[in-house]
Each structure stands twice: as C-alpha cells, then as structure tokens.
T-cell receptor, first 115, second 113 residues
Framework: ETGVTQSPTHLIKTRGQQVTLRCSSQSGHNTVSWYQQALGQGPQFIFQYYREEENGRGNFPPRFSGLQFPNYSSELNVNALELDDSALYLC??????????????FGPGTRLTVT | SQKIEQNSEALNIQEGKTATLTCNYTNYSPAYLQWYRQDPGRGPVFLLLIRENEKEKRKERLKVTFDTTLKQSLFHITASQPADSATYLCALQRVTGANNLFFGTGTRLTVIP
C-alpha cells in the first residue's frame, strides 16, 4: 500500500454536471499530481500542486481545477462534464525537497463514468 | 511534444524466461526515467528510477537500462513468474519545471505457467 487514498472509488455523473474527487496524500508529502487515465492508455498529467500552489499544468482545459490543503489532502474539480471525461483519475503524492525528482506514490484511483 | 512508445501492447512469455520491455521516446531527452507496474483497477506502483547519467540500474530480478543516444530504455524481468503479470509503464521526467511524469501507453505482460 502506498498510503495514498482516493474517494470515491466509483462515480457516475451526467454530461454537464460538476464533480469533485478527493485525495489524501502520504503524510509529509508536499506535492500532489493528478492524472487522467483512459482505458488502455497511460496516465496523462492534468496538473500538480506544490505547497498549495499550482506548480504545472498539462494540456487540460480550465474546467479542470484543483486545490491542495495543508493537511495533505487535495481535490480535483471538473465542471461541465463531457462524455470524454470518463476515465480513471489518479492522484500521486511525492516529496519535493528541491533536489532531484523522486518516485510518485499513486492512489487506487477514482473511476468516473459520464453518461 | 514528447512522444513515448512502448514496444507492444501485450507480451506473452513462458515462466522462468526473461521478459524485455522497450520504451522509446522522441524530442527532448529526459533527466530521469521511471518504470511502474499497474495491476487492473489499481494505481501504478513505482519500481525503478534511472538517471540520464546512469547506464543501468538493478533491483532484485529487475534491470533497467537507459541509452540517451538511442533515446531508449529497456526493462528486464529475469526468471519471470506468473505473479509478474501486469501492465508495465515507463515514464519520463524532466529536471526543470513541474515534477510530473510523461507516461507511455504501457505493455501488458502475461507470464504463462
């Protein structure tokens, strides 16, 4: 187990709705990254938060937004859901000490289905 | 943009043999390359990290090589076991900017008893 948890496990939403996914990072980890994984594909980077500030963003529209809290938890919000948003959403935590990048610890993911 | 290709979608291998998975990338050379294992319905699990100035890294039955000239990494599992059956993902990481990973599409390995 990586010590990273996500909720909920599964979620079904209707097109146009909004969704909030939650992640609890490993204790002491100051960086959280969110990824979207479509079926049969590798995870795609959405964005990263470092000490509660957005630290980088992938090729995702602004309707994907996030928050990181001081208690090692974070959220991914998606507005105006589209059918193509159906995927496994993964959060990954890591400890960024300003030195070389390290491995990331992934949660089990939230399976989002948009109908 | 960075393009990462893993040699095949699926690889079947007999138990006890060595499995070799390939990861090729284009454009910029990453500073770090990582390999992850992913089981169905679960998040990726970190296996090995190799830096651009390292040629080879080993951990138990796993070995990773990194050739920045060929822009290729090879991932080997020796004495493969059915429990090694999973999808293996390579991921590239730059030294500057966000500490995010660029993943390949993965290779699904099946070890046949």
């Amino acid at each position: 187990e990586t010590g990273v948890t996500q909720s909920p496990t599964h979620l079904i939403k209707t097109r146009g709705q909004q969704v909030t996914l939650r992640c609890s990072s490993q204790s002491g980890h100051n960086t959280v990254s969110w990824y979207q994984q479509a079926l049969g594909q590798g995870p795609q980077f959405i964005f990263q938060y470092y000490r509660e500030e957005e630290n980088g963003r992938g090729n995702f529209p602004p309707r994907f937004s996030g928050l990181q809290f001081p208690n090692y938890s974070s959220e991914l919000n998606v507005n105006a859901l589209e059918l193509d948003d159906s995927a496994l959403y993964l959060c990954a935590s890591s400890l960024d000490s300003g030195g070389p990048p390290r491995e990331q610890y992934f949660g089990p993911g939230t399976r989002l289905t948009v109908t | 943009s960075q393009k990462i290709e893993q040699n095949s979608e699926a690889l079947n291998i007999q138990e006890g043999k060595t499995a070799t998975l390939t990861c090729n990338y284009t454009n910029y050379s990453p500073a770090y390359l990582q390999w992850y294992r992913q089981d169905p319905g679960r998040g990726p699990v970190f296996l090995l990290l190799i830096r651009e100035n390292e040629k080879e890294k080993r951990k138990e039955r796993l070995k990773v090589t990194f050739d920045t000239t060929l822009k290729q990494s090879l991932f080997h599992i020796t004495a493969s076991q059915p429990a090694d059956s999973a999808t293996y993902l390579c991921a590239l990481q730059r030294v500057t900017g966000a500490n995010n990973l660029f993943f390949g599409t993965g290779t699904r390995l099946t070890v046949i008893p």
